[in-house]
């Protein structure tokens, strides 16, 4: 059996009962069941992980479509996508990977990960699609590998995850997307089946480590586009940098939520809100003008967007003592992306 974490026995609940540590969820697991992730396992009084290195989904993305517009522009990512997750959002648009665990799928070691990275030329690999975090056995397992190789770690994820589990995946992360659905602890507790306070310190550590961070929220008409609540997003972010990307995605009906599509003039209108707090604020899942990355100095388009086609001409890569940084072209200061 592999080694497993975040797992122990529940000695009050009963003979071989376990509880899972990874997520606020802290489920508790009779022989035999699952966690709500639908990974997770108690076999006989031990953790199991069934679906360690199964992997649903691979592709080669441009790196805008995790998204992240500040880290490597206009490069290709080796994108993986795993069964399962640990919340239960009703309008989730990669449902078909992240609600069950029955999507076909192939098993891969992470020694065969690297080995098809290697092949396909590829520096980076993004761990993305559904909750990759559920799996975090089999990310520190091929990361570590992928770091000892030099192959860059992206995490796209919901955040979701306890403050000890968060301390063994950020130091092999070198650029992250987390998702930050909304800004009401009843909104996640009711609908998605989350906690707000934990994906905010999630985010708060993730800053903290010195990875490249940036933030999505999904744009849902009456249930998290409200002024107070999009304010209060983009309140939190500024309080650690205002040079945080957000990008606004919009929503379009899929899965069990019904509502009509996020209106492209509401979406502009809460852009242009969350400017007065972040310097950078795109907008995603919609055709706008609001995707162009501008100095912050001299107002020079450093990155031209037209969808995923990306044009980093207003951008300098060069040398410098801790590795490579990007400038701005035309009046030469640090432009904040990173390589």
């Given at each position: 059996?592999?080694k497993?974490?975040?797992?122990?026995?529940?000695?009050?609940?009963?003979?071989?009962?376990?509880?899972c540590r990874?997520?606020?969820?802290?489920?508790?697991?009779?022989p035999g069941?699952?966690?709500?992730?639908?990974v997770?396992?108690?076999?006989?009084?031990?953790g199991?992980?069934?679906?360690?290195?199964?992997?649903?989904a691979m592709?080669?993305?441009p790196?805008?479509?995790?998204?992240?517009?500040?880290?490597?522009?206009?490069?290709?990512?080796?994108?993986?996508?795993?069964?399962?997750?640990?919340?239960?959002c009703?309008?989730?648009?990669n449902?078909?990977i992240s609600?069950?665990t029955d999507?076909?799928g192939?098993?891969?070691s992470?020694?065969e990960?690297?080995?098809?990275a290697?092949?396909?030329?590829?520096t980076?690999?993004?761990?993305?699609?559904?909750?990759?975090?559920i799996?975090?056995?089999?990310?520190?397992?091929?990361m570590?590998?992928?770091r000892e190789?030099g192959?860059?770690n992206?995490?796209?994820?919901?955040g979701?995850?306890?403050?000890e589990?968060a301390a063994?995946?950020?130091?092999?992360?070198?650029?992250?997307?987390i998702?930050?659905?909304?800004?009401?602890e009843?909104?996640y507790?009711?609908?998605?089946?989350?906690?707000?306070?934990?994906v905010?310190?999630?985010i708060?550590?993730?800053?903290?480590?010195?990875?490249?961070?940036?933030?999505?929220t999904?744009i849902?008409?009456?249930?998290?586009d409200?002024?107070?609540?999009?304010?209060l997003c983009?309140e939190?972010?500024?309080?650690?940098?205002?040079e945080?990307?957000?990008?606004?995605?919009?929503?379009?009906?899929?899965?069990?939520?019904?509502?009509?599509?996020?209106?492209?003039?509401?979406?502009?209108?809460?852009a242009?809100?969350g400017?007065?707090?972040?310097?950078?604020?795109?907008?995603?899942?919609?055709?706008?003008?609001?995707n162009?990355t501008?100095c912050?100095h001299?107002?020079?388009?450093l990155?031209?967007?037209?969808?995923?086609r990306?044009?980093?001409?207003?951008?300098?890569?060069?040398?410098?003592?801790s590795g490579?940084?990007y400038?701005?072209?035309?009046?030469?200061?640090?432009a904040?992306?990173?390589?």
């Amino acid at each position: 059996m592999r080694k497993t974490l975040f797992f122990s026995l529940k000695t009050d609940s009963g003979d071989r009962v376990l509880e899972c540590r990874l997520c606020p969820r802290h489920c508790v697991l009779s022989p035999g069941s699952f966690g709500q992730c639908r990974v997770r396992q108690n076999i006989n009084g031990q953790g199991d992980l069934p679906y360690y290195g199964f992997i649903t989904a691979m592709a080669e993305d441009p790196i805008e479509k995790k998204p992240l517009y500040h880290f490597r522009p206009g490069s290709s990512i080796l994108s993986l996508g795993f069964a399962g997750c640990n919340l239960r959002c009703p309008f989730c648009q990669n449902w078909h990977i992240s609600q069950g665990t029955d999507a076909p799928g192939r098993r891969l070691s992470p020694t065969e990960i690297l080995s098809r990275a290697r092949k396909g030329g590829f520096t980076q690999i993004a761990y993305t699609y559904s909750e990759p975090l559920i799996h975090i056995e089999f990310l520190l397992d091929c990361m570590t590998l992928c770091r000892e190789e030099g192959i860059a770690n992206i995490l796209v994820s919901n955040g979701c995850i306890n403050t000890e589990a968060a301390a063994e995946i950020l130091p092999l992360t070198d650029a992250a997307n987390i998702d930050l659905k909304c800004f009401s602890e009843e909104t996640y507790a009711k609908v998605l089946g989350g906690k707000l306070r934990t994906v905010l310190e999630f985010i708060k550590t993730a800053y903290s480590s010195g990875i490249h961070l940036e933030v999505t929220t999904l744009i849902i008409p009456g249930l998290n586009d409200g002024a107070e609540e999009t304010r209060l997003c983009a309140e939190f972010l500024s309080g650690f940098s205002r040079e945080i990307p957000w990008h606004l995605s919009a929503y379009h009906p899929d899965y069990q939520w019904n509502a009509p599509p996020t209106n492209p003039v509401s979406l502009a209108e809460i852009a242009h809100m969350g400017r007065e707090y972040l310097s950078f604020v795109y907008t995603g899942n919609i055709w706008g003008e609001h995707n162009d990355t501008v100095c912050q100095h001299c107002g020079a388009v450093l990155i031209n967007r037209q969808g995923y086609r990306v044009d980093s001409g207003g951008l300098v890569l060069r040398d410098v003592e801790s590795g490579k940084q990007y400038y701005c072209a035309q009046c030469g200061k640090a432009a904040p992306v990173r390589y």
